[in-house]
């Protein structure tokens, strides 16, 4: 159980700053959670965030992670460039109930394919690890890696060439599987490595006990403006609604958002992947 987020803006760090305000206080105090979970309220076992941005002809990178708990001064760790053409970011804290609270367990998951790709990734929800792991001959490291780790590596092993069409493949493919025990909800950072170009997709699946409690696991879209927006865990969009006023939609079961910067405009491509 977790919560997810993704900001992405063109040349402005416009509404950033209540995008992370948002985020750590729906990390520290998640009413959405409390109304199922009585008493449950933070998650504390880690978080991280990376982000990729452009600055004219370059390409820059932050990754970070740590399974120390998220709190109102984590704020202080992270650190956005002061002038950028785009930058996308995702971000994650975390609860468990299962796996352990340490760094490997952390997200984000980051796996390249040298020459092809590089993926960064943040997951909310329960996929099973055992089946994803016997498919990539990795069965010696479930005890290693949390279930979110192995849905990086599967995806990126099978997306045959960074895109939006080939995506949508591999992840109609993943739901397919029928290995979503809770919640496929993720977001990911996608780089091709040859061409250099950056694309984003959050995508909200939620089925069998997950949907006992969609409300808490549903994403949303928010909306800053026409060159900023945001996908988020339900709780961080409400309080970017209730705090700052921004208009925030909830995505439809089953439906992934493409983000894709480019110059002038941030394009935003909705599919219903079931």
């Not at 965030?49 to 820059?60: K, T």
Request: charged share 20%.
């Amino acid at each position: 159980m977790c919560r997810i987020a993704l900001y992405t803006s063109l040349g402005s760090s416009r509404g950033l700053r209540e995008f992370i305000e948002s985020f750590i206080e729906a990390s520290v105090n998640d009413f959405v959670l409390d109304s199922y979970r009585r008493g449950r309220r933070a998650h504390n076992h880690g978080w991280g965030y990376a982000y990729i941005y452009r600055v004219f002809n370059d390409l820059g990178v932050m990754h970070f992670r740590t399974s120390l708990p998220i709190t109102s001064a984590s704020r202080r760790a992270i650190s956005i460039p002061r002038r950028f053409n785009w930058l996308s970011m995702i971000i994650h804290s975390r609860l468990t109930s299962a796996e352990p609270i340490d760094l490997l367990s952390s997200h984000p998951f980051h796996t390249a394919i040298p020459g092809r790709l590089s993926i960064w990734l943040v997951h909310n929800g329960a996929v099973d690890k055992g089946a994803l792991a016997r498919e990539m001959s990795m069965d010696n490291l479930t005890d290693m890696y949390a279930d979110s780790y192995f849905l990086t590596q599967w995806i990126a092993r099978n997306l045959e060439k960074p895109g939006i069409e080939h995506l949508e493949k591999v992840v109609r493919g993943l739901i397919e599987l029928g290995i979503t025990r809770t919640s496929l909800n993720f977001i990911a950072l996608i780089l091709d490595e040859k061409e250099k170009n950056v694309f984003s997709i959050a995508l909200n699946y939620v089925c069998g006990k997950g949907l006992e409690m969609y409300d808490y696991y549903k994403l949303h879209r928010i909306h800053i403006d026409e060159r900023a927006l945001a996908v988020a865990s339900a709780t961080v969009a409400l309080y970017m609604n209730s705090f700052y006023g921004y208009e925030i939609e909830p995505l439809e079961n089953g439906e992934a958002l493409f983000i894709i910067p480019q110059k002038g405009r941030v394009e935003v491509i909705s599919r219903k992947l079931v």
